[in-house]
Each structure stands twice: as C-alpha cells, then as structure tokens.
C-alpha cells in the first residue's frame, strides 16, 4: 500500500457556488504544459491520462509531481502499480491529448509505443519521459498529489503542447531565442 498524506488543514472559508467559474478562469491565466501518465492496469494493459499538473520537485533525488482526483480510475491504477511514466506533448500531438481524456478502452487503439525496460508504456514522439515510482500520495481537497521518483528519463528539443485560458496553445521562445 502506498504512503498517503494529508496537509495540515488550512482554515480557508469555502467558496460559494457562483465564484468557481470565475475561479477556473483566473486558474486558466497561468499557461501549463500538457503531459500524458502511462503505466499499466490490472491486466497488463496500457492506461494513460491527459493532464496539466506536472512539475518537477527535486534534483536530489530526482522527483516530480502531479496531481490525481481521488477515487478516479487513474487514481486507483496508479496507487496499485505504484510506478508510471510522465510523457511530455510536443506541440502536435493535440488530438494523442484529447484521445487520452476519451473512453479508457479507445485511449491505446492507433496510439505508437514502445515498453520501457521495465515494461510501463512509452509514447513515441514525445519531448521527454520521466519513468518514475510512486513515493507517496498526498491529500489535497478532492485530489491527491502523486510525488514520483524518477528512475530513468528522455528528452529532446522541440515546442510543448501548452493549456492556456481553456484551450490547447504551443509555446514559443521570447526574443527569437530558439
């Protein structure tokens, strides 16, 4: 079973209903990169989900995290496998992020990869791989923030597939930098 946490509990007044709209646009104001978590289901089989929530945390040790909705299907997967992979987006691979947010048993029909050395999927194309253990799982509001070991990783240049105000977008150098 894998370590979960909880945060000390902050006082912080909920919010009515009305403001979280408002809340999710001022959220959608800060630009994130899109990434896809593959690890493997009770079967063997590949599973993956789309999200926006990864960061990096440590160089030592190596870790990342992101973010989970407990009680999920993606939150069940990967507390039982305790490992997975972070693949990073590039900028065209729009529709590999959309199909990864549809049915669970579409998510992997059409999609190339490759097995990792220890067996978790790997998208092609990425512009980096993170293959990780689960260190711990940490309570926060309806989600769980997965903290990840890196094992081994990949990268290579090219623009990221960004989320920004609601809607995909890519990313571009300041300056003419790159």
């Known amino acids: 079973m894998l370590n979960v946490q909880s945060a000390l509990p902050v006082n912080i007044p909920a919010p009515s209903a009305a403001p979280k709209p408002e809340l999710r646009r001022a959220f959608g104001r800060f630009a994130t990169g899109i990434a896809i978590i593959t690890t ?3 079967q063997g089989r590949p599973y993956g989900l789309t999200i926006n929530s990864f960061v990096s945390v440590s160089m030592e040790p190596p870790m990342i995290s992101w973010n989970v909705i407990r009680g999920s299907t993606a939150h069940q997967t ?8 972070v693949n990073v987006l590039a900028k065209n691979q729009r529709e590999l992020a959309q199909k990864m947010t549809g049915p669970i048993e579409h998510r992997f029909v059409s999609v190339p990869y490759h097995s990792s050395t220890s067996g978790l999927p790997v998208l092609h194309d990425t512009l980096a791989t993170f293959e990780c ?4 799982m940490i309570a926060a509001g309806d989600h769980d923030i997965v903290l ?3 094992q081994q990783f990949t990268h290579r240049d090219g623009r990221p597939l960004v989320y920004w105000q ?13």
């Open 40 to 42: 493997l289901d009770d």
């Open 133 to 136: 253990d689960v260190h711990s």
């Open 148 to 150: 990840g070991t890196v």
């Open 78 to 85: 990967i507390s039982r496998t305790g490992r997975f992979v």
């Open 166 to 178: 609601g809607a995909y977008a890519t990313a571009m150098a300041c300056d003419g930098d790159h």
